[in-house]
């Protein structure tokens, strides 16, 4: 009895068609593979970027209730009293809009960010930054001569 020779003119493409079945799946997992990895790199930079608004809030935040808006009487400063004439409500963007806070203003531009909040009214409020690419977060103020507890809050994007 004769052992056939696979590799003879009459199995070529046998051979070949056992290749392409062998390699189909290799592709279709290589593939996936691919697109996973894209998408994850998306999620990572989206968390990414979503994380330096909040860290950039955060700052704009501290600097506005310790230094920034903060009732000032000669040199003394008293953190964590703001004064109200600072903080006017106002949603700013980028251009300013009519409705601007050049103290707003001047920390979006410095902070870089597209838009910034600065306000007692919460973002469910009619302030406009109830938008949900919006990131806020408050501080808790003195606010006033009779020295009421409020929420600060700060939003942007």
């Not at 963007?93 to 050049?102: D, L």
């Not at 938008?131 to 006033?144: A, H, K, N, T």
């Amino acid at each position: 009895m004769m052992i056939p020779n696979l590799y003879s003119k009459s199995s070529k493409g046998v051979i070949s068609l056992d290749a392409l079945f062998s390699l189909l799946p290799l592709l279709i997992m290589l593939v996936l593979v691919m697109d996973t990895e894209a998408m994850i790199v998306r999620q990572a930079e989206d968390a990414s970027h979503r994380q330096q608004v909040f860290d950039k809030l955060a700052s704009v935040a501290d600097y506005t209730v310790k230094i920034g808006a903060v009732v000032r009487e000669g040199d003394i400063r008293y953190p964590n009293w703001v004064d109200e004439t600072n903080i006017t409500n106002a949603y700013t963007t980028h251009p300013a809009t009519p409705t601007s806070n050049s103290y707003a203003d001047s920390l979006r531009e410095r902070a870089g960010l597209r838009s910034l909040y600065i306000g007692f009214d919460g973002p469910s409020d009619s302030s406009g930054a109830s938008d949900s690419s919006q990131i806020c977060i408050y501080r808790l103020v003195v606010v006033g001569d009779d020295k009421t507890i409020e929420r600060l809050f700060v939003c942007g994007g």
